[in-house]
């Protein structure tokens, strides 16, 4: 799953989107992942350096829990290449 996560984080961050008001909202779609996971394996999550977001969020289940990866959240903690 964190695998898939930066992947995604890694296809996007290049990109741009006609606007400096991007926010980067990504769906967890396993419905047996929950935000305990992401948290747990937090020292694995790559958030690039250079990217067009202002925030990014993860969407972790069914009943909207969700996860800042930047800014901070728990991106003090994350990986960044």
């Known amino acids: 799953m964190v695998k898939d996560l930066n992947k ?6 290049p ?3 006609g606007s400096q008001l991007v926010w980067l909202m990504i ?5 047996l992942v929950e935000q305990k ?3 747990r ?12 977001f202002q925030q ?3 969407s972790c ?3 909207g829990e969700l996860l800042q990866l930047y800014p901070a959240g728990i ?5 960044k290449v």
């Open 27 to 31: 769906r967890n779609g396993h419905p």
């Open 8 to 13: 995604i984080l890694m296809e996007k961050s």
């Open 37 to 39: 996971y992401y948290q």
């Open 61 to 63: 289940s069914r009943d």
């Open 56 to 58: 990014i969020w993860l």
């Open 15 to 17: 990109q741009t989107y």
């Open 75 to 79: 991106g003090h903690q994350l990986n």
């Open 41 to 52: 394996y937090q020292t694995e999550i790559t958030v690039p350096q250079t990217h067009p």
